[in-house]
């Protein structure tokens, strides 16, 4: 039994209460947690309104352009495994139209962990997702929405401040 005097109270716990509360880690840590920075590259549509030409009668002719260029936007992806079980933090490409849903961290379904790979898939709503891979040997991820990034393996069990 432990007793205590706190500001005039007197507590008293069992050891054991004690022990238990102080073995219980503040968080889960991860496995495996990996910071990728990188790019996302999707395909841009440029609107821009032309000219507006009036002639005598009164008539007027607008006219418009537009061009599509690919273009690269940066992006940090996250990565953690956990028990066996991963997650995902990989933003939606920026011209998806049918990508839906909370952003931030998604369960990665299908998950494959090999020796020099991990791959896997995650969805973005029920008509939007992407696979992905991590090549172990070089850290560069690859998704299929377009994100090529270089993964660098971070310490959770240490705070950078």
Not at 27 to 50: E, H, P, S, W
Not at 65 to 88: H, V
Request: glycine share 10%; proline share 4%.
């Amino acid at each position: 039994m432990i007793t205590l005097k706190i500001r005039g109270d007197i507590m008293r716990w069992p050891i054991i209460v004690m022990i238990g509360l102080m073995s219980q880690p503040a968080f889960a840590q991860a496995d495996l947690l990996l910071i990728c920075k990188g790019n996302m590259r999707g395909m841009f549509k440029d609107r821009r309104v032309g000219a507006v030409v009036a002639d005598n009668d009164g008539h007027a002719a607008t006219g418009g352009a537009s061009s599509s260029r690919y273009s690269d936007i940066p992006t940090t992806a996250m990565f953690e495994l956990t028990n066996g079980k991963a997650r995902l933090n990989l933003p939606q490409p920026p011209t998806c139209a049918i990508c839906v849903g909370e952003k931030g961290w998604r369960e990665v379904k299908d998950l494959r962990i090999e020796p020099d790979r991990i791959s896997g898939r995650i969805h973005y709503g029920m008509l939007s997702g992407t696979e992905f891979e991590i090549d172990r040997r070089t850290g560069i991820m690859t998704s299929k929405n377009g994100f090529t990034g270089t993964c660098e393996k971070q310490d959770a069990t240490k705070t950078r401040f």
